[in-house]
Nanobody, 120 residues
Framework: QVQLVESGGGLVQPGGSLRLSCAASGSIFSINDMGWHRQAPGKQRELVAVITSGGTTNYADSVKGRFTISRDNAKNTVDLQMNSLKPEDTAVYYC??????????????WGQGTQVTVSS
């Protein structure tokens, strides 16, 4: 069994910063891509940022230059540093990870989501 647990969401004023963290635990052999997605009310879930096991990153155009994704392979964690936040960044943020378990199968696991609200 594998779990992804997120933390770090909250309320922040426009222009402020937040750091989200996600920790994977359980029957993990290795982890391939890890990423952050978000879903705003009435909208589809969208990819925010992704990072490979080798550290290659990719970002949605809307967050480039403001958000930074990073990971610690030894701790099985992925973080999202969010700066210069805008009201349109308000959403529930989810982490996901493509995990190879000890059964040697690859599954896509998701966290429970953490609310980020950008408002004055």
């Amino acid at each position: 069994q594998v779990q992804l647990v997120e933390s770090g969401g909250g309320l922040v004023q426009p222009g402020g910063s937040l750091r989200l963290s996600c920790a994977a635990s359980g029957s993990i052999f290795s982890i391939n891509d890890m990423g952050w997605h978000r879903q705003a009310p009435g909208k589809q879930r969208e990819l925010v940022a992704v990072i490979t096991s080798g550290g290659t990153t990719n970002y949605a155009d809307s967050v480039k230059g403001r958000f930074t994704i990073s990971r610690d392979n030894a701790k099985n964690t992925v973080d999202l540093q969010m700066n210069s936040l805008k009201p349109e960044d308000t959403a529930v943020y989810y982490c996901d990870a493509k995990i190879i378990t000890h059964t040697m199968y690859t599954y896509d696991y998701w966290g429970q989501g953490t609310q980020v609200t950008v408002s004055s």
